[in-house]
């Protein structure tokens, strides 16, 4: 089975954790604050603050921000899960805008109508890993008075019109699951050039314990166990010095794809918008039969090929349903749902495995 993500670990991953297994710190040591700072750099940043998972990540930057029950948030519905309900948790309400239909991100367009009194943040999530129109979003959070919490568990990696992501909002979140630009096993980050955020991500992240006047531990909010581990860090930091590579490796895997499937009028490519370098997470087509989307799926699958489904509108979930949302129309998003398809994507996927998964494609539909 062609799977449709996969990690990339080689030797000196393994012995960069090897060492940190033989160290004296197998967590909350060293190895920690330098997979921060290298996070930091590599973004053009000042602070990092590593976490335990993109969705503890994401609980943090919410709290840090202050948002609280009753809070309005606006961001996409097409989404993992976990970008909303770090939300619910908090009590605060997501408020969901339409998608473009080239990036598949937040249409920006339709941010403006959804701003309410109790609007506290925009959360713009960078699909697999094409920037949003951060310029747009961030002279509408300007005006009325807005955080933007960008959920980039997809983008490690991209850049948008000369800048990383990462350095685009107020608060920016990674992720690095082994099928991520980089991976630690679990583990996921919070990005934020303030230092009032800075402050309390790390207080928030270990239990709300901070040192007093006189050197003692005491608590002074209600925080979290949401920390790294050094042997996580360790495999992060050798991980991060091969970024660039494996966003390269994707571009090539995606130019393979554009190049083999482009007489395939019976499926739509996905788009890289000219002022962005997609971090290209996965790479999703769509089909123009909503009828051929579930039997091409099982045709994949029956040959060995790995495909998903990134994603179901947050909104149609079986949990989101029995809430009282009152969703906004959002029929491009549904559209999207309804037609897409995830295809492997991944560093070290071969141009013959590419060529198989299309020609498979093209067996389908007898092409």
């Given amino acids: 089975m062609i799977s449709y993500g996969s990690q990339s ?57 202050g948002l609280k029950k009753g809070d309005e948030v606006i961001t996409t519905p097409n989404t993992f899960v976990a970008t909303t309900n770090m939300l ?3 009590g605060a309400k997501p408020v969901f805008g339409d998608i473009r239909l080239d990036t598949y991100n937040l249409d920006e367009s339709k941010i403006a109508k959804l701003i309410t009194k109790k609007t506290k943040a925009i959360v713009p999530v960078d699909f697999a890993g094409q920037p949003c129109e951060y310029q747009k979003i961030r002279s509408l959070a300007k005006k ?13 990696g991209a850049n948008y019109r000369g800048a990383k992501v990462g350095s685009l909002a107020d608060l920016t979140v990674f992720s690095f699951h082994p099928v ?10 919070v990005l934020t050039n303030h230092k009032n955020f800075y402050d309390q991500l790390l207080l928030l992240r ?8 006189n050197g003692f531990n005491v608590m002074t909010k209600l925080g979290f166990n949401y920390r790294l581990t050094d042997i996580q860090a360790a495999l992060g930091l050798s991980q991060l010095k091969k970024l660039d590579r494996f966003i390269a490796k994707r571009h090539q895997v995606v130019n393979w794809y554009r190049k083999y499937l482009s007489d395939c009028l019976e499926i739509t490519l996905p788009e890289e918008i000219p002022s962005s370098r997609s971090a290209w997470h ?28 990134h994603y179901p509108t947050v909104y149609s979930q079986p949990y989101y349903q029995k809430l009282d949302l009152k969703i906004t129309n959002c029929p491009k998003a549904d559209h999207y749902s309804q037609t897409a398809m ?26």
């Avoid at 670990?9 to 160290?23: M, P, W």
């Avoid at 053009?44 to 976490?51: Q, R």
């Avoid at 009325?144 to 490690?156: M, R, S, T």
């Avoid at 991520?180 to 980050?189: H, N, P, R, V, Y």
């Fill in 342 to 367: 995830t295809l492997p994507l991944y560093p070290n996927l071969t141009q013959t495995k590419v060529k198989y998964i299309v020609n498979v494609i093209k067996q389908y539909y007898r092409l």
């Fill in 88 to 90: 619910l948790v908090l």
């Fill in 144 to 156: 009325h008075k807005l955080l933007i919490i960008a959920d980039a568990c997809h983008a490690l």
């Fill in 9 to 65: 670990i080689d030797r000196n991953d393994v012995q960069a954790v090897t060492t940190t297994l033989k160290s004296k710190w197998l967590t909350q040591g060293p190895k920690v604050q330098e997979f921060e700072n290298g996070l930091a750099n590599y973004c053009g940043v000042k602070y990092a603050v590593a976490a335990s998972s993109g969705t503890a990540a994401l609980h943090l930057a919410y709290l840090a921000a």
């Fill in 282 to 309: 996965i790479f999703v087509i769509r089909v123009k039969n909503v009828k051929d989307r579930l039997p091409l799926y099982n045709f994949l699958k029956k040959n060995g090929i790995g495909v998903n489904f």
């Fill in 180 to 189: 991520k630009s980089i991976t630690t096993g679990e583990g996921g980050a």
């Fill in 206 to 213: 270990s239990h709300g314990v901070e040192k007093d006047q």
